[in-house]
Nanobody, 124 residues
Framework: QVQLVESGGGLVQAGGSLRLSCSAS????????VGWFRQAPGKEREFVAA????????HYVDSVKGRFTISRDNAKNPVYLQMNSLKPEDTAVYYC?????????????????WGQGTQVTVSS
């Protein structure tokens, strides 16, 4: 069983930056594909970014391309989501997810494990 824990959320002004981290307890998830999703109040959960097990393949939703970067350091476990030039519309609870198959995917249905989420609030 893999337990995922997100950290790094908070309150930031528009134009600012945050770095989210996703760590796994219970076992290493260096061979897993990992994705970040977000859910704003009153909206459905949406895909943000994903990375393959080795980091060679990444995907982003169009609204964050050029602003967000997903990366991983398998030697140290975490997967990161660097968020720059934040906008109020980025406000949401951000979730980390992992899948045993190591490829990157945008579909939430293909992930096996989920974290509890971390709140990101961007003020205007």
């Amino acid at each position: 069983q893999v337990q995922l824990v997100e950290s790094g959320g908070g309150l930031v002004q528009a134009g600012g930056s945050l770095r989210l981290s996703c760590s796994a307890s219970g076992r290493t998830f260096s061979s897993y594909g990992v994705g970040w999703f977000r859910q704003a109040p009153g909206k459905e959960r949406e895909f943000v970014a994903a990375i393959s097990w080795g980091g060679a393949s990444t995907h982003y939703v169009d609204s964050v391309k050029g602003r967000f970067t997903i990366s991983r350091d398998n030697a140290k476990n975490p997967v990161y989501l660097q968020m720059n030039s934040l906008k109020p519309e980025d406000t949401a609870v951000y979730y980390c997810a992992a899948r045993r198959l190591g490829t990157a995917t945008m579909s939430s249905y293909e992930y096996d494990y989920w974290g509890q989420g971390t709140q990101v609030t961007v003020s205007s």
